[in-house]
């Protein structure tokens, strides 16, 4: 399903609530998405998501239009590559490494990207050309788990606006092969990990825990403050010795995030 999809059923589940996700993840792929519920969807712009961690799967010897498995296949060349001992696992250590750090990756046409006022998606369905630039991701972590019948398993750690389908066409290109990617699972998103979620099996079954805001926020700098009705209103206040933003509370309850303006500290958003 796709991910405003499950949005959608946990909204249900809970009776209707205001819900958001915090990051798209392909229906096609499975994995960790956080969703934020009630009130706490006014947090969702202020987390910290980064950074993501994916196990891939990338079969050598296709390529499609999409670059994953579920696009037209537009060369299929597989059979040729069984029995070859061109491909080891220290040649693609090798490929790894080159994807290592920052990099440079252009976006695939079959995506949500936006050019001139258009999503690149809406260019490849009408045929039409479209200069693509390459934009900067970081892969803090590139790892081979296995490689078998042609295909490659791995995980990888990267920015936000990295297409792992792109990276397993550009790495297989260092491997002088086309590939595609076959299967995808969001492992973390920010300090979200899959050993935290619950399936919406077991949401219906009421076998889930929620995180609080104050549980999710435990490391971001944090101000007590008596005057509630002071931030309820969004009034300016004075905080001493405080990082240039930080996030109020009252009673352990987080109200607001407040930013430095001056000799005093602003509302930002009310978060209560």
Request: charged letters at 25%; a positive charge; glycine letters at 8%.
């Amino acid at each position: 399903m796709s991910s405003q999809a499950a949005v959608t059923r946990v909204k249900k589940i809970f009776g209707g609530v205001k819900a958001g996700h915090t990051g798209t993840l392909d229906p096609e792929a499975e994995g960790v998405l956080p969703v934020c519920i009630g009130g706490t969807a006014r947090i969702m712009e202020y987390l910290e998501l980064d950074f993501k961690k994916y196990r891939c799967d990338m079969t050598l010897g296709i390529s499609t239009e999409t670059q994953d498995i579920w696009g037209r296949v537009t060369r299929d060349c597989r059979k040729d590559l069984r029995g070859s001992a061109e491909i080891t696992l220290d040649a693609i250590r090798r490929a790894f490494a080159r994807f290592s750090g920052q990099i440079e990756q252009a976006p695939p046409i079959y995506s949500a990207v936006k050019v001139n006022g258009k999503r690149l998606y809406e260019y490849a369905r009408n045929n039409e050309e479209v200069e693509i630039r390459p934009r900067s991701i970081t892969i803090s972590d590139i790892s081979l788990l296995k490689f078998f019948n042609n295909t490659i398993d791995f995980t990888v750690t990267c920015s936000s606006g990295t297409y792992v389908r792109t990276l397993c066409v550009d790495i297989a290109g260092k491997l002088g092969e086309f590939g595609t990617m076959s299967a995808l699972k969001r492992l973390k998103i920010g300090d979200f990990s899959l050993n935290q979620a619950n399936s919406i099996s077991d949401i219906e079954k009421n076998m889930f825990r929620l995180y609080s805001p104050e549980e999710i926020f435990i490391n971001y700098p944090q101000v007590e403050y008596e005057d509630v009705k002071a931030l309820i209103n969004g009034r300016r206040i004075n905080i001493v010795g405080k990082p240039p933003e930080v996030l109020v509370t009252h009673q352990g309850k987080i109200m607001a995030l407040y930013h430095q303006d001056g000799e005093e500290y602003a509302c930002k958003r009310g978060l209560f």
